[in-house]
């Protein structure tokens, strides 16, 4: 008679643990990121965040009336990317760079790192590229 019950139990426990991991799952969408389009964005690295889960930067863009806006760019994670030839130190505040992005749906100030571009045309990836390795050579 027990067994008769075990697989309503076991159902019910898969399906419970498919419940609680459905966050952790949904916390990597780039569902808030227009992965269609791609902005460029000249300006400076303010901060470099090498933390887990994602790798972040914090940009200044200048504007034309002579000001900066301020852009958050979250990228991928640092084991990803330390597969892929970035380090703690790829990025520091105070370099001039161009950083391609994939913007907020939503339209605030920032997005999803696609590239990082050095004024001496070295670029690196932070998305996976088709036909290639996923980062190229660039300051490491």
């Known amino acids: 008679m027990r067994l ?12 419970a643990a498919t419940a609680l991991g459905a966050p952790a799952y949904a916390h990597h969408s ?3 990121f227009d992965m269609e389009h791609t902005v460029s964005l000249t300006g400076t690295v303010k901060d470099f965040q090498w933390t887990q889960p994602h790798t972040w930067i914090d940009f200044e ?3 034309a009336a002579g000001g900066v806006e301020q852009y958050g760019v979250e990228g991928m994670s640092p084991s990803y990317l330390g597969r892929n030839g970035w380090s703690k130190h790829t990025l520091s ?3 001039k760079v161009t950083l391609s992005i994939h913007p ?3 339209g605030r100030k920032g ?3 696609a590239s990082v571009t050095w ?13 290639g390795a996923a980062a190229a050579e660039g300051k490491q």
């Open 93 to 95: 505040a105070g370099d």
């Open 119 to 131: 004024p001496n045309g070295k670029t690196m990836y932070n998305l996976p590229q088709r036909g």
């Open 111 to 113: 997005g999803f790192d």
């Open 61 to 63: 863009v200048p504007t």
């Open 4 to 15: 008769k019950f075990a697989p309503v139990r076991t159902a019910a426990l898969v399906l």
């Open 30 to 32: 780039t569902a808030m």
């Open 104 to 106: 907020l749906k939503d």
